[in-house]
């Protein structure tokens, strides 16, 4: 099973400034098999990223991601108020699966 | 337009079954693999399996005992029983659309489309 470890655990800051998180994997993932996702308070994860780099239909191009083999990031270039939430890595490429999680980072207000 | 619901208890014992379902609207039913996902309050999200629809599972091993995904194609359905349910098992469930099929081809995607979430509780 592939684990994820995510890393800042929560990230304080304001808006407008920039925000990078970073994925990291015990093993490599396959194919870039890597995607990111948004969660709000009492809402459904949203899918921002998949295949490490592509962003998902109506996803704000101020979200970007990077990265291959067992390290990731996501980068918020600019944060908007409605940016503050967790994130959520996850490869979906193993086969069989399971397809992990990372355990999320918390982007708040500073 | 994709959408799913999903509905079920959300106040269990200790030892007894967890029972979710999930309908999806719009959309191909047969052409995709349907998951299950949770978090626990204070973590962080765990995969729990998938179901396509001929009936072919895959589960987490951490959970693979005591889990089984159904689907029932005639109501573009399926559901979710997990047995002997603890504290541990209190969480909120979610219902997703996962990998994709062409003609017995498997293509992987991430989980794209997603329910609204159901609390479960396990409390005596």
């Known amino acids: 099973e592939i684990v994820l470890t995510q890393s800042p655990g929560t990230l304080s800051l304001s808006p407008g400034e920039r925000a990078t998180l970073s994925c990291r994997a015990s093993q490599s993932v396959s194919s870039s098999y890597l995607a990111w996702y948004q969660q709000k308070p009492g809402q459904a994860p949203r899918l921002l990223i998949y295949g490490a780099s592509s962003r998902a239909t109506g996803i704000p191009d101020r979200f970007s991601g990077s990265g291959s083999g067992t390290d990731f990031t996501l980068t918020i270039s600019r944060l908007e108020p409605e940016d503050f939430a967790v994130y959520y890595c996850q490869q979906y490429g193993s086969s069989p699966p399971p397809f992990t999680f990372g355990p999320g980072t918390k982007v708040d207000i500073k | 337009q994709v959408q799913l619901q999903q509905w079920g208890a959300g106040l269990l014992k200790p030892s007894e079954t967890l029972s979710l379902t999930c309908a999806v609207y719009?959309?191909?039913?047969?052409?995709?693999?349907w998951s299950w996902i949770r978090r626990p309050p204070g973590k962080g999200l765990e995969w729990i399996g998938e179901i396509n629809h001929s009936g072919s599972t895959n589960y987490n091993p951490s959970l693979k005992s005591r889990v089984t995904i159904s689907v029932d194609t005639s109501k573009n359905q399926f559901s979710l029983k997990l047995s002997s349910v603890t504290a541990a098992d209190t969480a909120v469930y979610y219902c997703?659309?996962?990998?994709?099929?062409?003609?017995?081809?498997?293509?992987?995607?991430?989980?794209?489309?997603w329910g609204q979430g159901t609390l479960v509780t396990v409390s005596s």
């Open positions: 997703a659309r996962g990998r994709r099929t062409i003609f017995g081809v498997v293509i992987t995607q991430p989980l794209d489309y």
């Open positions: 719009g959309g191909s039913f047969s052409g995709y693999y």
